[in-house]
């Protein structure tokens, strides 16, 4: 499953009227995809122009990406 997605601007913007953070907003289907749900904790790492995202669960983190 492949979706375009926009990095939206998040939080409270700074005394030059710049934000620092984003949110991207997935579908509860992504999800269910990915084996993950609404609430759930997640790893998110950022590598070599990536950002990956993963069930935070401590036995099946892949450190090689």
Do not use: W
């Not at 990915?34 to 998110?44: L, P, Q, S, T």
Request: hydrophobic share 35%; glycine share 10%; no cysteine.
């Amino acid at each position: 499953m492949v979706r375009k997605k926009k990095l939206s601007p998040s939080g409270a913007k700074d005394e030059n009227g710049e934000y620092h953070n984003a949110h991207v907003n997935l579908h509860e289907d992504e999800l269910t995809v990915a084996g993950m749900e609404i609430g759930g904790e997640v790893f998110v790492r950022v590598r070599d122009g990536k950002i990956i995202i993963q069930r935070a669960d401590p036995d099946e983190v892949e450190h090689d990406f």
